[in-house]
């Protein structure tokens, strides 16, 4: 996909990647939406899309190693792992795991949602507003974040992100999407889980 042709341009729920079906196979909620659609079948087939899910984890960790895929990022800045160089962030668009579980749940209850898809998307981030806001909320961290030009990798792109429009989601299911800054009071969670397992976040 050429980038640059497609910067300006927002994102609907009726936007499919143009990479045709037979080509992704894998593009299960499309052909999910042609199976309803062309056997016209009575069953509801609801599509709930979210981008990077970010969150508190509520299983076990015997190991902030083991941490899950979305949230290393985080952990990283926390733990000084990334003091250097902050991480590129490669997707710029999140939503908070607590927000996707609902979403699922107001699907299922609310009768207007019906067939409809859904984009769950809680807004843009990027790694430095990450790394800024675990500065403000926890100054005992100081030391082990990136500043000045260590956190250039971690911001936006000079040329911008992709636009979206997530209003349907806020509009038929009354989803209240939780801020960055929300997500980021996970730290302190994650924190008291370094102490436990590893006698304290290094």
């Known amino acids: 996909m050429d980038r640059a042709k497609t910067f300006g341009k927002k994102y609907l ?62 952990r990283n800045l926390m733990t000084g792992a ?44 990027c790694n430095k507003e990450i790394a800024e806001i675990i500065r403000e909320a926890y100054p005992e961290s100081e030391n082990k974040l990136p500043a000045g030009d260590a956190l250039a990798l971690g911001d936006y792109p000079e040329e911008g992100t992709l636009e979206y429009d997530n209003s349907r989601s806020i509009e038929v299911l009354e989803l209240k999407y939780r801020s960055l800054r929300e997500y980021c009071g996970f730290g302190e969670e994650l924190a008291g889980r370094g102490k436990e397992v590893n006698g304290g976040v290094h």
């Open 13 to 74: 729920e009726a936007d499919w990647n143009p990479v045709t079906e037979k080509r992704q196979p894998g593009n299960s909620s499309l052909r999910a939406t042609n199976l309803y659609t062309c056997n016209h079948l009575s069953i509801n087939a609801l599509k709930c899309n979210p981008p990077l899910v970010l969150g508190p984890i509520i299983h076990y960790l015997n190991s902030l190693d083991a941490i899950n895929t979305s949230n290393k990022g985080t």
């Open 82 to 125: 990334a003091k250097e160089k902050c991480p590129p962030t490669g997707n710029f668009y999140w939503a908070d795991v607590r927000d996707i579980a609902l979403a699922h749940v107001l699907v299922m209850e609310k009768q207007e949602a019906a067939g409809l898809r859904f984009f769950m998307i809680a807004g843009l981030f």
